[in-house]
């Protein structure tokens, strides 16, 4: 106890605190002051009330787990415009004769806008307090992440056919040193970023080009790889080699390349990622829901590769809950193998925290809870029928807990949900809104079901 | 509409009607008749207020799904106890040196009825009202399934080695018979049932008295079968034959009988399952998380099997929430045979529903909502982020919604849960005793994890 600290903004008491940060991973009965929106201290055992002054805000956390907010390190947020859109249907139909179209017809700057704070409203809900977004118009999700209070990595999108902001092609390294540019340090909340579609829909010009404005400006390239076997066979018969070595080949590889998916890759691959410090983005339910496949993590994770955890856009999940993320990550990996030792609990919380934050190059700031770093914090509420008893807080978290556990959640040292109640984000006009984006997308005939089955 | 009716017990008003019973499958603003514990009428449109008479109660379901209660068709409930004590481990070690253990020193009456009743809260919070559980002292399951209001089958279990209720094996027909005989009749809630383990904790012996007096008595057989590749060996060890030939040169395959899990069947085992009319209890949680396999249940639908959803025991799930399980039938379907079509959301649903009902031989009187039916019905309010916008309701209850979402549940037109207040359980007290058994067994060393790891 150290009674020379200055008054905390928040304090919070009791529980059971999850680090995430080794040697002490669990504290019982912690005590976090948090100050100028960064974890101050950390301490154990009953303190006396007054002990640190008068803090602005005490939050009892009795009968929780205090834990890292997730991280989720590949989403499209403003999809939520499409969630349950086309279901259950073949990918290249899916996509083709559903998503894009829909995309080049109703995706603008305000659709994207509401599309993502309602997305936005989901994850804190769930317990993200970061997200990796990439998509069109990407400026407006860096606004509603502002105005949210969220903290989120926006990767303004690249793809060699026109798209609902980008007619044309010629420009691509201008718009992108100028998205690079505009939302450099303009909010310690955003950090901007770049992502290329994929190796067979960008060409090896805009591949080589997009990454080499990343390299420059020190932010993260992103990209879908190896995520179904068509595009292997793609690239293969385009390029004549394995996906990874084609982009190893355009000198993309290096630790601020963040690959999505990562499925169809043989050890030669893996290796080369490894070798390149790439990290890695998993998103199993999509990957389930889509049919494309199971990505080897446990063979990543060997390699010391990062792996963090993602959604994907909730047209191909249909939510953004990292907790429902976690428990499909360990179970995927356990049945594909045959072996319920493949991937434990503790490992998928670390790769939905502190992974998560190596990830996205943040694990400085972000991702665990130690002094220094950024107040990003949630509170879980283990006394739950479906929560009790309580043997391991890592196995409830992964195999038993739900985004609707989290009650609190703290953002930057800023309270952005409350008992539930966002602070920041008005919901119900939000929901209204996107109510009427898919009144708008029925009536055009996009709902690829007849009535509403 | 009918302006003769008797004035209904409870009215449902408003929202979007799944029935499950074609051809009517959605009916928008229907108004529900309850009368007697049963569906009185389905009407549709907007009904003036007084129209009825004065139901004792009116319940407003705008915004709400309303559908039938979720019929969970493979449980062992008292498990509870032991949710999260010990996982990430291979199958045997798990079953034989942490659960076998702690069901023989922890199971007794009075646990049995305290980890069901924790279990029963889960399960109405979550949507299911039936449920057919299997274990041992199983009239303690019956008699907190009445003090509930939950409908449920309950199954005492037969085993060849020593249990807690059953210290030898010689009565067991005479056990069987008497716990029928005692259960028959007793409550319009509940129907007594048998269960054998498996194929490989009982002789055949064991299995031909236990199905025998099923069979007079009239009440389903249940069994664990093909639930490991390690079961297979040893049925072809002792018996020279796979599993399902086993049960079918014994004669237990018929209507009556449920087969739970099905994972290492051939075609020629699912046609013998197909011919004999059995059903089968699938339990993709539990089988994923044990790394025990994937159930062909698209070959079995395709063979007119009557498939139903399970979440087994929470000590291999590790909850007991059926849309959870909805969502990992669809997608573990889809990744494993890399077909996004293979198991549409809308099956799944019918699975959870109706498909449960006949698998327990109970679809005259549950698992959809018309009118002479059991009033077992639940809202769902789709009033939420992670539920907003809807275009299809079948792909929202698959792919995104959760337990957390269901308000509202009626069973047997008793209302159990209001606003997701559980109108029949002291929670509170219930947990409190859970963990006082979970403390017990942590002090007596069955905690496989050092700390809380």
């Known amino acids: 106890m150290n009674s020379l600290k200055e008054t905390p903004d928040i304090l919070i008491t009791g529980g059971t605190l999850l680090t995430m940060a080794p040697p002490e991973e ?91 704070m309602l997305a936005i409203a989901e994850m804190i809900l769930s317990g993200t ?23 989120g990595v926006i990767a303004q999108g690249f793809i060699d056919f026109p798209t609902p902001n980008q007619p044309g092609h010629s420009e691509n390294a201008a718009i992108a040193e100028r998205f690079v540019e505009r939302w450099h340090d303009r909010s310690p909340l955003i950090t901007p970023a770049l992502v290329c579609h994929s190796p067979y829909t960008c060409s090896p010009d805009t591949l080589r080009i997009v990454k080499d404005v990343a390299r420059r400006a020190g932010v993260t390239f992103q990209i879908h790889l ?16 394995k996906s990874v070595q084609h982009l190893h080949d355009l000198d993309l590889l290096d630790q601020n390349t963040i690959a999505a998916h990562c499925i169809w890759l043989d050890g030669g691959e893996l290796d080369l990622l490894a070798a390149g410090r790439v990290k890695v983005a998993h998103d199993p339910e999509s990957n389930m829901k889509l049919g494309a ?49 493949a991937l ?21 700031r972000i991702g665990s809870i130690a002094p220094g770093k950024e107040a990003d914090i949630i509170l879980v509420d283990m006394r739950k029928p479906h929560l009790t008893p ?8 992964v195999y ?54």
Chains 1, 2 share one sequence.
């Open 26 to 116: 669990i504290v019982e009965d912690p005590v976090i002051g948090i100050r100028d929106g960064k974890i101050d201290f950390i301490e154990k055992g009953k303190i006396p009330a007054g002990h640190y002054g008068a803090a602005r805000e005490i939050i009892d956390a009795s009968g929780c787990i205090v834990m890292p907010g997730l991280v989720n390190v590949h989403t499209h947020l403003a999809m939520t415009c499409f969630r349950g859109l086309a279901d259950d249907l073949p990918l290249m139909t899916w996509l083709n004769d559903h998503i894009f179209p829909a995309e080049a017809r109703f995706i603008n700057r305000r659709t994207v806008y509401v599309g993502a």
């Open 129 to 151: 307090t970061t997200f990796c977004d990439g998509y069109f118009f990407e400026g407006e999700v860096g606004r509603a992440a502002i105005a949210a209070g969220m903290r």
């Open 226 to 241: 190896a995520e179904t076997r068509e595009e292997v066979r793609l690239i293969r018969e385009r390029y004549g080699k």
């Open 293 to 341: 496949g199971v990505a080897p993590v446990p063979e990543m994770l060997r390699r010391g590769i990062d792996v963090g955890l993602g959604t994907d856009g909730c047209a191909s999940n249909n939510d953004l809950d990292l907790f429902g993320e976690m428990g499909m990550a360990a179970r995927l990996q356990k049945v594909f193998s045959g072996d319920p030792t």
């Open 344 to 364: 434990t609990a503790k490992r998928v919380v670390e790769m939905a925290t502190i992974g998560g934050a190596r990830v996205l190059g943040m694990a400085d």
């Open 390 to 397: 309580l043997y391991r807080p890592f196995s409830h978290l």
């Open 400 to 453: 038993a807990a739900r985004g609707a556990d989290v009650v609190t959640s703290i953002i930057g040292g800023r309270i952005v949900m409350k008992e539930r109640r966002l602070l920041q984000i008005e919901l119900t006009a939000v929901m209204e809104e996107v109510r009427r984006i898919a009144d708008r997308i029925i009536e055009a005939g996009f709902h690829h079901n007849a009535g509403r089955l």
